[in-house]
């Protein structure tokens, strides 16, 4: 696969099916299947499985005996979705049937779900990249990629009982990188785009596309940009107007729908240590509030990736950057981000793959180092194409 990620799993019993395993012990057999990988979500990566029986055999029951806290890996369709572990189980059972469900998370929902455990609370001269990687390690978590804006925090504070996930979702903003979760368990930074899947022929089950125009910035001007505000602490070589209130400003990224006078503004909380710092805060902030103005939703069969443009295949990820095409859709001919995705199965819709779709900018863009293509270039992503 593309990004590193494992190759697929073949032969029973992963073809075409959601597979748990837990020590070594697989288990297949589910009634419904909910996972859901995503950007700027927490946790980034869950899982929900039920499995009910009218009268179900002792032996057969016995396998799902899966608790809280252990191990597992999720495979669907062969390919690894998730490294993490069983969060919650519930069991229901009356005289006429019996009903287990799973619900688990990726590696990196204890981020979210512990405090922060540091002698002093305080980093100095340190990049998001590296304070990522600190917060991560007593963990054993991993974190790949890289802030996009990594810039060199004088000083990095932890508030009192803000959690590991809290302290790096607002230095991420102040950066302008999406965080999200790897297959593999790892934090990533700015996750990889896999780029150019495409989807050709009549595919959408279910299409809905939602443009909203007050939650976005306004037309730029005096008054009509994204405005953040922040002031960082004084020392003894800088006091007064020195450390005094900063402001930024940035405008808008999409300005298709005439919103007309809409100013925005907002207050950094990590202190801003140069006015390069507030300004990509800003400038995150104004394309982040385009995820409430453009949201393109759709419905698909099966949970792969398809299409005639490498790489075809594998798993639909965040990031990937897709071109819808349907004339009942406003947005068919933009390229657009994957912020979530979330692969069912039951025995009414069968295997199908929801795709929330945002703009490019709206999470973070791509570093012009991959190569990626504008967001304004048609074909810079899958195609996916309505029925008829």
Known sequence: ?????????TGFPYTNRAVVEIDGQRYWEWETVNVRLAIFEHPPNTFRFTCSEASPPAQDFMAMR???????????DGYLAIDGEVVTRQVYY???????????????????????????????????????????????????????????????????????????????????TPLGETSRGQLALNPPSSGA??????????????????????????GGDFTMFG?????????????????????????????????????????????????????????????LQIWVTCTLLGWQRNGTVPPAGGLWQPNDRVTVY???????????????????????????????LVNSLALGGEPAARGAPDESDPTGGGKIESPG
């Not at 608790?67 to 999720?74: A, D, E, M, S």
């Not at 947005?331 to 692969?343: H, I, W």
Request: charged content about 20%.
């Open 231 to 291: 002031q960082r602490p004084g020392n003894d070589q800088q006091w007064g107007a020195a450390v005094n209130q900063l402001m930024a400003e940035a405008p808008p990224i999409t300005k298709l729908f005439g919103k007309g006078f809409l100013p925005k503004v907002g207050l950094n909380e990590a202190p801003p240590w140069s006015n390069d710092q507030l300004q990509d805060r800003s400038k995150f902030e104004s394309n982040y509030a385009d995820t």
């Open 326 to 356: 349907s004339p009942m859709l406003v947005m068919f001919s933009r390229t657009l981000k994957l912020k979530a995705v979330t692969f069912t199965q039951d025995n009414q819709s069968g295997t199908r793959s929801t795709i929330e």
């Open 197 to 222: 899947s495409a989807i050709e022929g009549s595919n959408i089950l279910i299409g809905r596309e939602v443009i909203h125009s007050l939650k976005a910035v306004g037309e730029g001007g005096e």
């Open 94 to 176: 009356d005289a006429h049937q019996h009903t287990v469900e799973i619900q688990g998370a990726g590696k990196t929902v204890r981020l979210g779900e512990s405090s922060v455990v540091s002698q002093t609370h305080e980093w100095q001269k340190t990049t998001f990249t590296q304070l990522a990687r600190l917060i991560c390690a007593p963990f054993g978590i991993g974190c790949v990629g890289a802030a996009v804006k990594d810039k060199v925090f004088e000083r990095i504070s932890a508030n009192p009982a803000e959690t590991n996930w809290e302290l790096l979702e607002r230095h991420a903003r102040q950066t302008q």
């Open 66 to 76: 899966i608790v809280p806290g252990q191990k597992c890996t999720i495979f669907l």
């Open 1 to 9: 696969m593309s990004n590193g990620e494992p190759a697929q799993k």
